[in-house]
Nanobody, 123 residues
């Protein structure tokens, strides 16, 4: 069993930055690849980023490439999502999740999810 708690969301203006954190507990954090998804109002949850157990490799949705960076600190059992150059269309609830297998950009490849943190980008 893995418990995930996100933090760091908030209200920012277009072009600003935020860093989301996701603290994990209940299992050996370094055993799991991790991911971030998001869900905007009225839309389905979508893949944002994925990082391997060691943090050596990461993968991103096309719409965040060059703006967002996923990272992890296994000593702190925490995964991060640094979001730069935020746009109004980035407004969503952001979820972190632990990966158990399959295609990394599919929701069904993740088995534990946090409660989400709201990110609002608006002037």
């Amino acid at each position: 069993q893995v418990q995930l708690v996100e933090s760091g969301g908030g209200l920012v203006q277009p072009g600003e930055s935020l860093r989301l954190s996701c603290a994990a507990s209940g299992s050996t954090f370094s055993d799991y690849n991790m991911g971030w998804f998001r869900q905007a109002p009225g839309k389905e949850r979508e893949f944002v980023a994925h990082i391997t157990r060691s943090g050596v490799r990461s993968y991103y949705a096309d719409f965040v490439k060059g703006r967002f960076t996923i990272s992890r600190d296994n000593a702190k059992n925490t995964v991060y999502l640094q979001m730069n150059s935020l746009k109004p269309e980035d407004t969503a609830v952001y979820y972190c999740c632990s990966y158990y297998g399959g295609t990394y950009y599919f929701e069904r490849s993740y088995n534990y999810w946090g409660q989400g943190t709201q990110v609002t980008v608006s002037s």
